[in-house]
């Protein structure tokens, strides 16, 4: 199956700095998503990128399928960026299933 | 995007009882799935919830540990039983279309 890797693991950032995380998939994809989980858990769907870039506000994010990789930009972050980012990715099967990445732990320091 | 209210948030039950899950979406949808998260790891998914008929479960989990019921397209039920320490995790559901909706999730501990 498809094998989803994240860099960095984990990240520490004072308030303010700009961040990239990266997202790379061993094979073509459906669809691919970003996530993040907030200290409490819940599940926040941050983009829905197949493919080109999108942005919102300070989060922008890149899919370059032909080359099997997403990036995630977060700038002038804040505190309450803190948690982990996970990219998904929808594989060819036609189930809609999506498997996740390894994740990345980003910590805001105040 | 569909609104939903997953219970309970969180439990601690005793090895060997069992815990069900719910999954309540606002809207009719046309996939629910489930997922775990073990401790400090990513998400792992379980089984695709079928409108109708038996749930399709991804390889390493098996209907006897996991049944999963979904009646209607608003609604799916997981039941985690014979619970053991290993199965203290969070568990989550999430639906199609749109782009995948996460409910709040379980948080379960096991004692």
């Known amino acids: 199956g498809i094998q989803v890797e994240q860099s960095p693991p984990d990240l520490i950032l004072q308030e303010g700095a700009n961040s990239t995380l990266r997202c790379n998939f061993s094979?073509?994809?459906?669809?691919l998503q970003w996530f993040h989980q907030n200290p409490w858990g819940q599940l926040i769907n941050l983009f829905y990128?197949?493919?080109g870039t999108k942005q919102n506000g300070r989060l922008s994010a890149t899919t370059v399928a032909t080359e099997r990789y997403s990036l995630l930009y977060i700038s002038s972050s804040q505190t309450t960026d803190s948690g982990v980012y996970f990219c998904?990715?929808?594989?060819?099967?036609?189930?809609?299933?999506?498997?996740f990445g390894t994740g990345t732990r980003l910590k805001v320091l105040a | 995007s569909a609104v939903i209210s997953q219970k309970p948030s969180r439990d601690i039950c005793q090895r060997g009882t069992s815990l069900t899950i719910q999954c309540q979406v606002d809207s009719q949808v046309t996939m629910m799935f489930w997922y775990r998260q073990q401790p400090g790891q990513s998400l792992t998914l379980i089984a695709t919830a079928n409108q109708g008929s038996e749930a399709t479960y991804e390889s390493g989990f098996v209907i006897d540990k996991f049944p999963i019921s979904r009646p209607n397209l608003t609604f799916s039920t997981l039941t985690v039983s014979n619970l053991s320490p290993e199965d203290s995790s969070i568990y989550l559901c999430?639906?199609?279309?749109?782009?995948?909706?996460f409910g709040s999730g379980t948080r379960l501990t096991v004692v």
């Open positions: 990128i197949p493919s």
């Open positions: 094979d073509s994809v459906n669809n």
């Open positions: 998904a990715v929808e594989d060819l099967s036609g189930t809609y299933k999506y498997i």
């Open positions: 999430s639906v199609l279309p749109g782009g995948y909706t």
